[in-house]
Every structure is written in C-alpha cells, then in structure tokens.
C-alpha cells in the first residue's frame, strides 16, 4: 500500500483546510486509515481514524474542529479541519492498515503498517 498526502500549505489562519490522501495498491474499502500530526520536537499523534465500514473516532482534543472522511471510489481519505490555529502547525501523516473488520478503529500508530511521507501545514496567527 502507498499513501500520498497533499493540501499541506502555509497560511494565515483560516475557517477551513482539507488534507488528501490517496491510496494505491488497496483501496479505502479495505483498510483501516487515519491522520497523524507531529509538531516541531513532539512525538506523533493520533487525531482521526476511519473504519472500514466508516466508523471514526478522534483524539479529544481535535474533536470538534477535524473531521475525517472518504470515497472508495477515488481511493482518497480526507481530514477537513475547521478553524485553523496556530497550534495546528505540524506534519501531517496518512496512515492504513489492512483489515477485515468493517468496524475497528486505532489512533496507536503501532497499529498501522503503512504511512505516507507526511504535508506540512503552518498557520501563523
């Protein structure tokens, strides 16, 4: 599985940004896929994961302001956060795994087995 990111950009703080990610060898159909952030000397986090089937969780700190999304048909997840911050500033990494549960989800980066290069996302206040 390959997983390219992009829509990583440098921007003054705005109402809304998507992120893409696009898979090739399985598509989203079969794979359990998530975002990641790492900021400047941290480790990298869990903020959205989506099931299989289409279930999602998101760490709690993201909740109200990420959503992740997908469409089978373009083999392309989706973290759309609204409200940009300052403190959204980091690299952001698509991550899958394949499964056959419709309904597992994980936000442990130990449990995926295929991650993209990462876009970088800067907001300035």
């Known amino acids: 599985v390959q997983l390219a990111e992009s829509g990583g950009v440098s921007l003054l703080a705005v109402a809304l940004l998507r992120l893409f990610c696009v898979a090739s060898?399985?598509?989203?159909?079969?794979?359990?896929m998530a975002w990641f952030i790492q900021g400047p000397g941290q480790s990298r986090e869990g903020v959205a994961a989506?099931?299989?089937?289409?279930?999602?969780t998101y760490a709690g700190s993201v909740k109200d302001r990420f959503t992740i999304s997908k469409d089978n048909s373009l083999n392309t997840v989706y973290l759309q956060i609204n409200s940009l911050q300052p403190e959204d500033t980091a690299m952001y990494y698509c991550?899958?795994?394949?499964?056959?549960?419709?309904?597992?989800?994980?936000?442990?980066?130990?449990?995926?087995?295929?991650w993209g290069q990462g876009t970088q996302v800067t907001v300035s206040s």
């Open positions: 060898g399985n598509t989203p159909s079969t794979l359990c």
């Open positions: 989506i099931a299989r089937g289409g279930t999602t």
């Open positions: 991550a899958a795994h394949v499964t056959v549960s419709n309904r597992a989800v994980s936000l442990a980066a130990h449990d995926y087995n295929y």
